[in-house]
């Protein structure tokens, strides 16, 4: 699987960004697709993912009601809107694709996806 993903930028407070990850390639057969975040100091963490086999999502709590995440399974693309965006929300953003099949606990966790896109930059500030 190849992840690209894009739709990073940089935003007021409060604004509002759509995030892309499109996957392209043999071994489509991913159990989830998650976005991650990392800013500058700090781990990698997981914002969002959703389980192949029967769409559960899961959402970290600093995003609920704030991020959705969806999927386009005709253009095996994904994405994660992002509304009323925060300063706290600056980091670069990944999509991942797990192989594994990942039991609720592991959905944010970044080290049981193996396969990375590149980052894209999500700035927000005034």
């Known amino acids: 699987v190849q992840l690209q993903a894009s739709g990073g930028g940089l935003v007021q407070p409060g604004g509002s960004l759509r995030l892309s990850c499109v996957a392209a390639?043999?071994?489509?057969?991913?159990?989830?697709i998650g976005w991650f975040r990392q800013a500058p100091g700090k781990e990698r963490e997981g914002v969002s993912a959703?389980?192949?086999?029967?769409?559960?999502?899961y959402y970290v709590d600093s995003v609920k009601g704030r991020f959705t995440i969806s999927r386009d399974r005709a253009k095996n693309t994904w994405y994660l809107q992002m509304n009323n965006l925060d300063p706290e929300d600056t980091a670069v953003y990944y999509c991942a694709a797990s192989h594994s099949r990942l039991i609720t606990s592991s959905m944010l966790v970044p080290r049981h996806y193996d396969e990375w896109g590149q980052g894209t930059q999500v700035t927000v500030s005034s």
């Open positions: 959703i389980r192949s086999r029967d769409g559960a999502i």
């Open positions: 390639g043999s071994g489509l057969n991913y159990h989830a």
